[in-house]
């Protein structure tokens, strides 16, 4: 198990890897951004390519792709199990950009998990990873369950 001190609020951050091992996890989380000079979130399944970077799958007409691309949108993924008290929340803050290099695009394809939406005019966004934050929830006993490897 990994140890944590039990602080105030019951949290313990997390490092880079930490994040980044646990984001690798799961196949789903939700992307942040600024839609109508409004706030919006929308869940989406993503993967993590080199040096951490999120990738999502989406159509060039969707919200996300109109609102997201060119500017800096916030990613979060996290696990709970309300049984066991425990669970971990990640946050990636970076530039997000689409993917136009054909040659990029072809190896994302490739390399990609399946959409789990029918995508007719797809494209590759990426957020690159310019701030990575992290906690897990820390039981009173010191532990961090969510935080071990599966």
Do not use: H, K
């Amino acid at each position: 198990m990994l140890g944590c001190v039990y602080l105030s609020g019951g949290f313990r951050d997390l490092d880079r890897a930490e994040c980044l091992r646990l984001m690798a996890r799961v196949p789903v989380g939700r992307v942040v951004y600024t839609e109508d000079a409004l706030p919006a979130i929308r869940p989406v399944n993503f993967w993590l390519d080199r040096d951490g970077t999120i990738v999502l799958r989406t159509s060039a007409s969707s919200r996300i792709a109109r609102s997201v691309a060119g500017g800096v949108a916030a990613f979060e993924v996290d696990e709970f199990d309300p049984g066991r008290q425990d669970g971990w929340s990640v946050v990636v803050t970076g530039r997000a950009s689409l993917v136009t290099d054909p040659s990029e695009t072809a190896r994302l394809r490739n390399a990609a998990m399946p959409a789990w939406a029918a995508i007719g005019d797809e494209v590759f966004l990426r957020i690159e990873p310019e701030i990575v934050t992290g906690r897990v929830l820390c039981r009173p006993d010191g532990t961090a369950r969510a935080a071990d490897p599966a």
